[in-house]
């Protein structure tokens, strides 16, 4: 049988002593012992929280446009208009409540 060589350990160190080097248990820049070959992140890293709850709303933003665009202003619209005097050809002109008036008036 073949023996494989392992791969050298950092030293390891007790909790609470720093290296010459002022990094807390090793590594460089306070990279921790099993990855102390990384880079340091220079950015605070976005909380998994925050991270779910982005991806949630990215996730129903088609939805939303299609509610928006296909339910929401079809019913906004309705109701300015029925505030109005439509005519197709023309122009709306406001009359406020008068539609109204004239639907409880009529027999």
Known sequence: MR??????QPPKKKPGV???NGARHGGVNGASQQGFLERPRIVAPVSRELQRTLYGHLFILPWLTGFMLFTLYPILA?????????????TP???????????????
């Open 93 to 107: 002109r406001w009359v406020g409540l008068q539609n109204y008036q004239s639907l409880t008036r009529r027999p």
């Open 18 to 20: 720093r290296d010459p």
């Open 78 to 90: 309705t109701l300015y208009f029925s505030f109005t005097d439509y005519n197709v050809l023309g």
């Open 3 to 8: 023996r494989i060589a392992k791969r050298a």
